[in-house]
């Protein structure tokens, strides 16, 4: 069974909100590889999209050193709205 914080919120929503495809694919042996692809993908995404936003947000090494509050601040902030995005592109749709 994959593990995983994405795996988990998509086996949780699928059996809560599309049970019949949740029984498709536990029945035909599908439903683990695809959960450890939605993990794969959303960990991927989360990594990928956060470098972007941090570059295009100029939350840079040197504000880490100059300001360690406010880039644990910032890259907190890029953290959650990135997250936000992978859970509706993937784990609730």
């Known amino acids: 069974m994959p593990q995983g914080k994405y ?3 998509r086996k949780t929503y699928l059996m809560q909100y599309h049970y019949g ?3 498709n694919l ?3 042996g599908k439903l683990n590889a695809h959960l450890t692809e ?4 959303a ?3 989360m990594v990928q999209i956060t ?3 941090m570059e295009t947000e100029d ?4 504000l880490k050193a100059n300001d360690p509050m406010k880039w644990t601040g910032l890259v907190n ?3 959650r709205r990135v997250e936000e995005q992978i859970l509706q592109e993937l784990i609730y749709n």
């Open 43 to 45: 960990s991927r995404r």
């Open 51 to 53: 470098r972007q936003m």
């Open 59 to 62: 939350v840079s090494e040197t």
């Open 21 to 23: 495809l949740y029984l």
């Open 7 to 9: 795996a988990s919120l």
């Open 26 to 28: 536990l029945t035909q």
């Open 77 to 79: 902030n890029i953290q």
């Open 38 to 41: 939605i993990q794969e993908t």
